[in-house]
C-alpha cells in the first residue's frame, strides 16, 4: 500500500499564507511516486493554492468536512459535487474538532462518508479517544464504536477510496504523539473491526493514518510499523519543509 501524507490546514492560512507555501513546497516536493499526498486548505484559499501549485504528480487538495445533501438549506456546509467541482480528491470527516465543537455524531459521520464514496471522493474518516477515555483504558471500545457508527450503512466499493485516520485526541495539537507502539496496537483493532464491517481482503487494503503530533522527529519510528500507512498532520504540516520531510519519511519507509 503506498503510504499518504494528509495536511490538514484547519482554519489556517489565507491566500498570502496558501501562496506563501506554496511557492516553498513546488521547490521542495518531488512527483516521484511511492507516497501519495494531500493538502486540505481552507475553502476560500483550494483555488488558489491549486493554480499556485501546478499539476504536481501524487499531490492532492481535499475539503476539511462534506456534508451528504446535494444542496439546499445547510448554512456552511459544502456539497460532495462543489468540492470535486474545485478539484477536491478528498474529504476529511468526523475529524474529533468537528466531534467535540461543533457536534458532530457517528450518524452525521457515516452519512458523509457513505455521500463523499458515492460521489467519487476519497474519505478520510477520523476516530479517536479523548485524553479521558484514554486514561480509563477506554481507547479500545471508544474507537471499535466510532467506526461501526461512523461506517454504518456505508458501502465501500473500492477501499482504496476509504481512509481511516486514527487521531488520539489528547495527541492533537500538544506535542505529545502517541508512541508507535500504542499507534500499532490500535490500527491493529481498527482493521481487525474494519474486516468485520468491510471484509477482511478490504480491510486489509484499507489505509489507516495515525494524526496526533507528528514531525519530522517522530514520523519514521510510527512508519516501521506495519499497521501505520501514513499520516493525517496538523501543526507540522503549515511549514513546507516540515511537511515535505514527512512526505519523504513516508518514501523511505518500506511498505
Ligand atoms: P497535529 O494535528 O498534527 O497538530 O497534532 C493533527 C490533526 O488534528 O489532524
Known amino acids: 500500500m503506498t503510504p499518504l501524507f494528509v495536511a490538514n490546514w484547519k ?6 499564507e496558501a501562496r506563501e ?4 513546497f513546488t521547490a521542495l516536493f518531488k512527483s516521484t511516486g511511492q507516497v501519495d499526498a494531500g493538502i486540505a486548505p481552507v475553502l476560500s484559499s483550494f483555488q488558489t493554492l491549486k493554480e499556485s501549485l501546478g499539476e504536481l504528480d501524487g499531490l492532492m487538495l481535499g475539503g476539511q468536512n462534506v456534508h451528504w445533501e446535494v444542496n439546499g438549506a445547510h448554512t456552511g456546509e ?23 465543537f461543533y457536534g458532530e455524531t457517528d450518524e452525521a459521520v457515516a452519512k458523509r462518508t457513505a455521500a463523499a464514496l458515492a460521489g467519487g471522493l476519497t474519505a478520510i474518516v477520523c476516530v479517536g479517544e479523548t485524553q479521558q477515555q484514554f486514561e480509563a483504558k477506554e481507547t479500545e471500545k471508544v474507537v471499535r464504536d466510532q467506526l461501526k457508527g461512523s461506517l454504518a450503512k456505508v458501502e465501500v466499493k473500492d477501499p482504496s477510496s476509504l481512509v481511516i485516520a486514527y487521531e488520539p485526541v489528547w495527541a492533537i495539537g500538544t506535542g505529545l504523539a502517541a ?4 499507534a500499532q496496537n490500535v490500527h491493529q483493532l481498527i482493521r481487525e473491526e474494519l474486516a468485520g464491517i468491510i471484509g ?20 519514521a519510528e510510527l512508519m516501521e510499523k506495519p499497521d501505520v500507512n501514513g ?3 496538523g501543526g507540522a504540516s503549515l511549514k513546507a519543509e516540515s511537511f515535505n520531510s514527512l512526505i ?7 511498505k
Open 179 to 182: 508512541t508507535p507502539e500504542i
Open 248 to 254: 519523504e519519511a513516508g518514501r523511505a519507509a518500506d
Open 21 to 24: 507555501f506554496s511557492s516553498e
Open 11 to 16: 482554519m489556517n492560512k489565507g491566500l498570502a
Open 231 to 233: 499520516a493525517l498532520v
Open 78 to 100: 459544502i456539497s460532495v459535487g462543489m468540492l470535486a467541482e474545485l478539484g477536491a480528491k478528498f474529504a476529511i470527516i468526523g475529524h474529533s474538532e468537528r466531534r467535540e
Open 200 to 219: 477482511k481482503d478490504s480491510a486489509a487494503k484499507t489505509r489507516i493514518l495515525y494524526g496526533g503530533s507528528t514531525k519530522p522527529e517522530n514520523i
